[in-house]
């Protein structure tokens, strides 16, 4: 299977469990905590002494860097994409 077809069959896949589901904060809800459970273990594994209420605020943080570091790969491919350019990582 190319990756074109794979590309395909999971968009097929996607929509065919949103178009059947009520509840999509419910179905994500996993995802989203597995992701906020990775945060908060790399903080804890950095700083194990800190409390329980600081590690919330630095996973936290840690996230929104996260998140913010895809947001500009993102905006330096556009970027890249409307000069013509290839885009660089």
Excluded at 52 to 62: F, G, M, S, T, Y
Excluded at 78 to 85: S, T
Aim: hydrophobic share 40%.
């Amino acid at each position: 299977m190319t990756p074109a077809q794979r590309k395909l069959r999971a968009q097929m896949g996607a929509n065919a469990l949103w178009a059947k589901t009520e509840d999509r904060s419910a179905v994500s809800a996993p995802g989203r905590a597995a992701a906020d459970a990775r945060f908060e273990k790399q903080v804890r594994e950095q700083f194990p002494h800190l409390p329980d209420d600081e590690v919330i605020k630095r996973a936290l943080n840690l996230r929104s860097a996260f998140y913010a570091g895809i947001q500009l790969k993102s905006a330096k491919t556009r970027a890249a994409r409307a000069a013509g350019k290839a885009p660089r990582s």
